[in-house]
């Protein structure tokens, strides 16, 4: 069975500095989707990036970037100049290959992080 | 307007009431799955389905039974309430193939304490 694995539950970063999140997970399949989505207080769930396992190159989205390291499993969350408003919890999240059909996603932990002025 | 809605927002059940929690879309996704999310442990899935009378159990679905009678809806029942079923419930839904022009779609979750 896929599982997804956070291991830091708390990240603090100085406003404007970089910080990055950890995300590693399990699986067999050669060919997945990964996510990472970010949770305010609200609780809304907001995509922030997503990676096709297929794609080598590593995906942006403005002040965000993940490191995809497919050998190790691994996928990592970079936020640059951080703000204010990415306080938040993130998840990292795994969903099942195409021809599995059935669409479910697979959630780490979380990690909450905090952004100090 | 697209997305997906998810009714109630809030409510407490005493234990042993049964309830519904309701979640449309109006995407004609074919996927739609049920989460619930408890401190430290993120978002469990509950139950899934892949299209219209098809459904099936995930990781945590004791206690929890669905339907899937039209594309559009896909209602959660809580059977007989009970405290360790108090949690924050996500609906989510998306097409069977995600490409750049799609994504995953939750709703806004449902505060679900049962006293």
């Known amino acids: 069975a896929q599982t997804v694995t956070q291991s830091q539950p708390e990240m603090s970063v100085q406003e404007a500095e970089t910080v990055t999140l950890s995300c590693t997970y399990d699986?067999?399949?050669?060919?997945?989707?990964l996510f990472w989505y970010k949770q305010p207080p609200s609780r809304q769930m907001i995509l922030v990036i997503r990676?096709?396992?297929?794609?080598?190159q590593n995906a942006t989205e403005n002040r965000f970037s993940v490191n995809f390291q497919k050998a190790a499993k691994s996928f990592s969350l970079k936020i640059s100049d951080s703000q204010l408003g990415d306080a938040a919890m993130y998840f990292c999240?795994?969903?099942?290959?195409?021809?599995?059909?059935?669409?479910?996603?697979?959630f780490g932990q979380g990690t909450t992080l905090q952004v100090k002025p | 307007n697209a997305g997906v809605t998810q009714t109630p927002k809030f409510q407490v059940l005493k234990t042993g009431q049964s309830m519904t929690l309701q979640c449309a879309q109006d995407?004609?996704?074919?996927?739609m799955s049920w989460y619930r999310q408890d401190p430290g442990m993120g978002l469990r899935l509950i139950h899934y389905?892949?299209?219209?009378?098809?459904?099936d159990q995930g990781e945590v679905p004791n206690g929890y039974n669905v339907s899937r009678s039209t594309t559009e809806d896909f209602p959660l029942r809580l059977l007989s309430a009970a405290p360790s079923q108090t949690s924050v419930y996500f609906c989510?839904?998306?097409?069977?193939?995600?490409?750049?022009?799609?994504?995953?779609?939750f709703g806004e979750g449902s505060w679900l304490t049962v006293v």
């Open positions: 989510a839904s998306s097409y069977r193939r995600l490409t750049s022009g799609n994504t995953i779609y």
């Open positions: 699986t067999s399949e050669s060919d997945y989707y």
């Open positions: 990676q096709e396992a297929y794609k080598q």
């Open positions: 999240a795994y969903r099942n290959p195409l021809r599995s059909n059935t669409g479910k996603l697979i």
């Open positions: 995407m004609n996704h074919e996927y």
């Open positions: 389905s892949v299209g219209a009378g098809i459904t």
